[in-house]
């Protein structure tokens, strides 16, 4: 009979998360996800080594648990360090408890991003070796993985999450109970124009949330610009406000931190893709739509017109509203991050979930009366 074939040594469904992508980002959640086919006994280790573009990223011991993932046995050693070449590397050793094959994920809490913005994406190794003291001369256990990561943008001017008072959020759909259907509105302010090449045809939004949100996987129906073109109330249930925080209804809204300007009409959202606590939108490039007016910007022509600047314009507050349905965990209060193209933003406050607390709710009778 045939033998069945022994089990690859790798790494594999490797992964990098980080919640902003913003140079300079501190702290910032960074987190490693990956496989290991071999169990680690004492001394050997997983290192995991970024590159150029990843150069300056710094990540402190200890790591905790992502949600899902393996936890790391007590007795694991952690250190950080640079590699003779520049690049940041993290060795975790085993020591008397042996460090079992399956699914980890470390979670970095007080990463911090490099300083300067990178021309491209950087990747991540991840490997597992024995001797792992003996770095960097190592005997490898499972081969390595390698993982891309997200390039580091360019700082954007503002990015919140707006909480309206006790009296605007029912008009603006929120519902923060646990594991409800709620509306959020986002709003972003840009450095500078999102100057793309004319052959990308879209620029890319990305939501990223914390864990226990979830987004639906379609989500244009329930994605909605804040602008005067867009009158969105009509399309959900409700009597959804639709478009606070503008300049004509801020007088009245003394909880808007911003005015938010009318979302430009020729960038309508093209495709919006949720993936469970994360989304991604898709807008025109507006660099590669139809110049306006006819005919303008003709170099050889002195009466041709200027052209209409069509996207979004640096330091004005744009933004959107999109349904969610909320963690089931009433104890969540972490941050958002957002990036719009070339420029990402810090993270940034979420809300509490609300609902009573039945440890440290009490009620009382105030009255005798039936």
Known sequence: GLLAAPP?????????????????????????????????????????????????????????????????????????????????????????????????????????????????????????????????????????????????????????????????????????RPSMTNQLTFSFTLRERPLLPATIQELVIAIRGPAGFSFVENCSSVLFPLASWNNFSQANTGNYTKWPCSAEDRPSQPWCNVTVSSWPERLKPITCLGLGDSVRITVPNSAALTEEPAGCGQVDNPNSPPCTYLGFEKEVTYGFQISVTNPIDYKTTSRWALDVGPEASFPFASFQIRTFDVDATQLFAVSSVR
Not at 78 to 104: H, K, R, S
Not at 138 to 151: C, F, H, K, N, S
């Open 8 to 176: 690859l040594r790798v790494v594999y469904d490797a992964r990098i998360y980080a919640l902003s992508n913003a140079a300079v980002a501190r702290p910032n959640l960074m987190e490693f996800h990956f496989r290991i086919s071999s169990p680690l006994s004492e001394n050997d280790g997983i290192i995991i080594e970024g590159d150029r573009y990843t150069r300056l990223t710094e990540v402190a011991c200890w790591p905790s648990t992502a949600p899902g993932a393996l936890a790391l046995p007590e007795d694991v050693q952690c250190q950080t360090f640079t590699t003779d070449e520049g690049w940041p590397a993290i060795m975790l050793t085993a020591t008397a408890t042996e460090v079992a094959a399956g699914y980890y994920g470390l979670r970095f809490e007080k990463a911090a991003n490099p300083t300067v913005v990178m021309d491209e994406a950087g990747t991540w190794t991840i490997g597992t070796y024995s001797a792992v003291h003996r770095y960097p001369l190592l005997e490898v256990i499972d081969q390595i993985a390698t993982a891309p990561g997200e390039r580091v943008r360019l700082e954007m001017r503002n990015a919140e999450l707006m909480n309206p008072d006790e009296w605007s959020a029912d008009a603006m759909g929120r519902d923060d």
